[in-house]
């Protein structure tokens, strides 16, 4: 074996040994997302939240037989991590739950928190103020029986929901998620994933530092519609595929929508798109709050898996040769 070749192999199992040490973080290290956001529900919707809701599924491989956790970094509002709005006075609360119809249920899958999305049984809650015990540190959801979750076969394993809610106030909370397989540490379970169907999360402040969302398109999607809140006109949002270079899509201002439509091709299908947060150089938005979902032809939302299905697209480019006469 060559000198490079050692090399090469010594660098892929690296990556692979980083990935699978650092695949549970929600968001993921793939996505490059700071923090999730949430406002407690008496906050103006210009501070870059919608609704005051979010949704987060996270799946347990069937095979996997132990008691799991949901490590939460720094739930509490009012410290470090968190937006001031006069004085801290915000409440989040954290429900999670299991059961057979936690993801089944239609209302569970929608971009907006009305009608049964509460659905399945509720196994944990807490409702978090400004707690300083909490403030840049972590509160340990669990243990957890996998076999609690709601069993669906096309994901090969069991589902579980969390909901986060602003109940109080008008300051926001920035916060984010380990699945683990230790109370005290964080370690990954192999096979383990998280989407959801509608992201509120903060951007960068850094305009070298591009935020990713991975939309899975499955076979039945053959046209998306991605709608965007509150970007700020904060530069520009590029979709990235197999079979796509980089397409621009519309952006929305402060504290209105924006959205736009394109076909997938293809060579798309069975694959994830790379929706790319891309931030303007001169003058950029501080503290930019950002919430996007995407649908597809019949008005159903797609999850966006914070580990891509079938890994980050790259663009498949191919260089034609004319043969010399």
Known sequence: MNH???IA?????IVVCSIQTHAQPVPAIEENIPYLMIFGNNSEKEWGDDDFSQV????????????????T???EVGGKHDELNGVFDTQISYEFYGGKTCWSEPDAQKENPFGKYKSGKLISSKTFGQDNKYDDNWYVFGPFNP????????FGGYIFKMIIEGVKGDDGNMYRFYISSDITKRISIEGTNAFAYEYSFRMHDNPSQISHIYPYIDDKTISVN?????????????IVSVARKGQIEKVSGDNNWAESSFKIIPDEVNSSLDIQFIKKKQEPVKNNN?????????GELLPFYTIPIGGVPKYKYTIGVKQKE
């Open 4 to 6: 490079n070749l050692k």
């Open 9 to 13: 192999i010594l660098l892929i199992n």
């Open 56 to 71: 987060f599924f996270f799946l347990i491989p069937e095979g996997y037989k132990q008691p799991f956790y949901i490590h």
């Open 73 to 75: 970094f720094d739930p």
């Open 147 to 154: 076999t609690e979750g709601e069993l669906v076969s096309k």
């Open 226 to 238: 991605q709608t965007n809140f509150d970007w700020d006109n904060d530069g520009f949002i590029r």
């Open 290 to 298: 950002v919430v996007i979902f995407v649908k597809n032809q019949y």
